[in-house]
């Protein structure tokens, strides 16, 4: 797809034209998008999505990317950045309103500075708010959109309110509808002593440094967890640990992490992954389901 003459008249933010994601996702694979995004604020935003919509370009968002794995034909159509729309506010009542591009540490010290907490197990998990909302991010069995009491959403071409109580979600899951744009999360906290939030957010950092340090680029776990499973032992089982297509490999130190070991292309972590499928399924009768979103065009 090619964007020719004056992409969205009036935009203030940054545009990028034919932007390899590599550059945008943790995995470090991942061919260009036709045009990176990256608005100035919401009413920015707001002229480029109804640029967009008008000129038929699809447009996908991005967080931090540690969630993505994208094919190397590039995505045709827009990415867009929500980096600029990052605001903390405290509403009163223990609520806080996390704008998508908050990153989850930053949420967590705003709560801890207000006396707020409860969301204390995404300090470690890397991204920002929209993407930890998009994937109900969490861990020890808790997940974020638990602790969500309404959603602020772009949803055909208004901002909209979405009570929790509106929201369908599961473990890594989320429904929208078709185009929907998480803006900011307006998050319930609970009365919590700073030093009790500090001692959480160490003890998360602590753990991530010392089990999940895989010391290359990575998507987190790329499987998610069958019910009653543990995606890892079940890929041990399979013999799969440490297994390798080209760059591409299960993680010695965590058979659920598939890294970059420096040459990776998308195809390399794509075949892997499929063959870690197939020989889960061969050995236990389980289907894996990935956790890493996989988008983007075939070579
Ligand atoms: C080392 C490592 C450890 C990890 N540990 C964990 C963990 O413990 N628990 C866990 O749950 N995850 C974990 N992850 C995965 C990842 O950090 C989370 O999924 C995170 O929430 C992704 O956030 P992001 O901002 O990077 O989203 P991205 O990866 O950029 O996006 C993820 C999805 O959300 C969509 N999206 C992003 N923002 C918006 C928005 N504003 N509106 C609509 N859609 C949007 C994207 O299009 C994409 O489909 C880990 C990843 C790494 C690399």
């Given at each position: 797809m090619s964007l020719s003459g004056q992409i969205c008249p009036g935009f203030c933010g940054e545009l990028l034209q034919n932007e390899l994601m590599s550059r945008h996702t943790s995995l470090k694979v991942g061919g260009p998008t036709d045009l990176y995004a990256v608005p100035e604020d919401l009413e920015d935003l707001l002229l480029l999505v109804n640029w967009l919509d008008v000129n038929q370009v699809p447009r996908m968002v991005v967080g931090g990317g540690y969630n993505l794995l994208v094919r190397e034909g590039g995505i045709r159509g827009a990415v867009i950045s929500l980096e600029h729309l990052n605001r903390l506010e405290a509403l009163g009542n223990g609520c806080i309103k996390a704008w998508a591009g908050a990153e989850n540490l930053q949420v967590v010290r705003f709560g801890q500075q207000l006396g707020l907490g409860g969301i204390g197990f995404i300090s470690g998990i890397p991204g920002t708010i929209g993407g930890a909302i998009r994937m109900n991010a969490g861990a020890y069995g808790n997940g974020l959109l638990n602790h969500a009491d309404s959603l602020c959403l772009l949803r055909h071409g208004a901002v909209q309110d979405v009570d929790h109580s509106q929201i369908e979600y599961g473990y890594r899951r989320l429904d929208l509808q078709q185009g929907d744009i998480i803006l900011a999360a307006i998050l319930q906290l609970e009365p919590t002593d700073p030093a009790c939030t500090e001692e959480e957010i160490r003890k998360d950092l602590e753990l991530r440094r010392t089990k999940h340090s895989v010391g290359y680029p990575s998507a987190g776990s790329f499987f998610k967890n069958p019910p009653g499973q543990a995606a890892w032992r079940l890929i041990d089982a399979a013999g799969m640990r440490g297994q390798t297509v080209g760059g591409?490999?299960?993680?010695?130190?965590?058979?659920?992490?598939?890294?970059?070991?420096?040459?990776?292309?998308?195809t390399n972590?794509?075949?892997?992954?499929?063959?870690?499928?197939?020989?889960?399924?061969?050995?236990?009768?389980?289907?894996l389901e990935e956790e890493v979103r996989i988008v983007g065009e075939e070579p």
């Open positions: 591409a490999q299960m993680a010695e130190l965590h058979s659920n992490f598939l890294i970059n070991r420096g040459n990776a292309t998308a972590c794509l075949e892997l992954a499929e063959k870690v499928k197939q020989a889960v399924l061969a050995t236990t009768g389980i289907q």
